[in-house]
């Protein structure tokens, strides 16, 4: 194991461009000049372990003295920017995530046992004006915008996760890549079983117990913060665990349990855009979070991918099929176009928190559409304590840059 820790690290840190950007210069523009560092064209894997793909000079970071240094989650960090679940696939990801500038990175969703989820596509681009309007559903497009805020991408892959031996060498040397101020989350993923012949109340029984063992593996490998993602179809039962109070309350509770004091966070999805009446989606949202906090939950991530149908236009009889095969009806969407239901969802929890002195330590951490370095301050806000980014890190891996650039200089707003 030692050695193979000793080879991922070097792997992870030859990853990193050599070259830095002029320091008395803008940062340059990214997106449409260069490619997203994840190659929408390649598998999961292949991204995995020949990326990210990234060549250019990384950004200068503006220097943070210690004693100005943020608290989360117990944590000392330079800034409470972040990646959440997702891009960062294994350590190469982490430290390129950290040397451009996020502070709280997660590394991706991991299972107890190895998981090959969906085959190509898993990135397609998508109409951005038909989700801005709520179309249903929504079409691909043949040809990117140029703005990055207009990039809206499906986000189908079913939480790949490699095999223990190699999360055991590859997750502390993610951990090793990391600058002092800088802190990574583990995600983890309870997987149900498949055998119908279980009785129901078994399978949900089963399956808290793989969030707990899944928790406590990664724990083991150096996690120092755990992410229970409930955000996904999950639950034995279909659905999304993130909607069942009562379940959230009985997975979180096993798992802060077992964990000590190591935080929990829960990720959630979007409230307001599953139902249409917004009292009972602020009702639901409300429980979960009382739910959480009576479980000993330190912080709730939303928002998640926005769900939608997506399809594409069969160019040989002009019908529309599925965008991503028969067994993929759906997908999520991320993108700048999901911002205005992270920023709702946001601003719902805050005033939850604020107007229930009950659900006053949770943390809350914001995620969904920020493209550009003034959307950070969007969510914080909002009432947000940390705010992440997936697509904007993917399509601009000099958007953290930009930030602490904006804030250095007071142009934030």
């Not at 990210?52 to 409470?80: I, N």
């Not at 109070?245 to 307001?272: E, N, Q, R, W």
């Not at 993108?335 to 205005?340: C, L, M, S, T």
């Not at 806000?381 to 980014?389: I, Q, V």
Request: aromatic share 8%; proline share 7%.
């Amino acid at each position: 194991l030692t050695n193979k820790l000793s080879t991922i690290k070097m792997a992870a840190s030859s990853v990193l461009p050599t070259e830095f950007l002029p320091s008395d210069e803008p940062i340059p523009a990214w997106w449409p000049e260069h490619a997203p560092i994840y190659d929408i064209h390649k598998s999961y894997y292949e991204n995995a372990d020949s990326g990210p793909f990234m060549t250019q000079p990384l950004p200068h970071r503006p220097q943070v003295a210690k004693e100005d240094f943020q608290c989360f989650l117990g944590q000392s960090v330079m800034s409470k920017i972040g990646v959440p679940a997702g891009p960062l696939l294994n350590s190469r990801w982490i430290a390129l995530a950290a040397a451009v500038g996020f502070d709280i990175v997660t590394y991706k969703t991991i299972r107890s046992i190895e998981w090959q989820g969906h085959p190509l596509p898993n990135i397609l681009y998508i109409d951005p004006e038909e989700m801005r309007s709520n179309a249903d559903p929504c079409h691909t497009i043949a040809s990117p915008p140029s703005k990055l805020d207009d990039v809206a991408i499906t986000n189908s892959f079913g939480m790949q996760s490699r095999t223990k031996e190699y999360l055991r060498a590859d997750i502390p040397a993610a951990n090793a890549s990391l600058a002092d101020g800088q802190v990574m989350i583990v995600s983890v993923v309870g997987t149900p079983s498949s055998d119908a012949t279980i009785p129901q109340a078994t399978r949900e029984s089963m399956l808290v117990d793989d969030y707990v063992q899944t928790a406590l593996f990664a724990k083991e490998c150096g996690a120092r913060i755990i992410e229970a993602n409930f955000s996904c179809p999950n639950v034995c039962s279909g659905g999304s665990i993130y909607c069942d109070p009562a379940f959230v309350k009985t997975i979180s509770g096993a798992m802060t349990s077992a964990l000590g004091d190591t935080p929990l966070i829960i990720k959630v999805g979007a409230y307001h855009d599953l139902m249409a009446d917004e009292s009972k989606a602020t009702s639901l949202l409300r429980d979960v979070m009382r739910a959480a906090t009576e479980a000993k939950v330190a912080a709730i991530c939303g928002i998640n991918t926005l769900s939608r149908r997506v399809v594409t236009v069969d160019p040989s009889n002009k019908t529309e099929v599925p965008a991503l095969g028969e067994s993929r009806l759906t997908s999520g969407v991320c993108g700048g176009v999901i911002r205005a239901s992270g920023l709702r969802s946001m601003k719902a929890m805050s005033a939850l928190r604020k107007a229930d002195s009950f659900l006053g330590a949770l943390t809350l951490i914001g995620c969904g559409g920020i493209t550009e370095a003034h959307h950070f301050e969007q969510y914080f806000k909002a009432g947000a304590d940390a705010a992440t980014t997936a697509t904007g890190m993917m399509w601009d891996p000099y958007l953290a840059a930009r930030y602490h650039e904006a804030k250095k200089l007071k142009k934030l707003t």
